[in-house]
């Protein structure tokens, strides 16, 4: 199955601040993004308040999405100790 990207408007500004302030994790962020659109079951799903969304680490960082039908949508990403 193809899965479409919606980036929640959060994300999107967090992710041109990595990208000027810190290219290298921007990196690691664009391919783990990547992972995700290939495979968005594969990483674990969360409990709780945040029932129906999954996280992924990107070391320090987690990064919170949403299958929603064909859409995978980026919710924001977040220090671990702040994530949760």
Do not use: W
């Not at 959060?10 to 664009?30: A, G, H, M, N, S």
């Not at 299958?67 to 702040?82: E, L, P, S």
Request: charged share 35%; hydrophobic share 35%.
């Amino acid at each position: 199955m193809e899965y479409r990207i919606h980036y929640a408007d959060v994300f999107e500004k967090q992710v041109k601040k990595i990208r000027t302030r810190d290219p290298v994790l921007y990196d690691r962020l664009e391919k783990k993004v990547l992972e995700i659109s290939e495979k968005p079951e594969h990483y674990k799903p969360l409990r709780g308040n945040l029932a129906g969304t999954r996280r992924v680490h990107i070391d320090p960082f987690v990064l919170v999405y949403e299958i929603a039908g064909d859409t995978i949508i980026f919710h924001y990403i977040k220090h671990h100790d702040k994530a949760y």
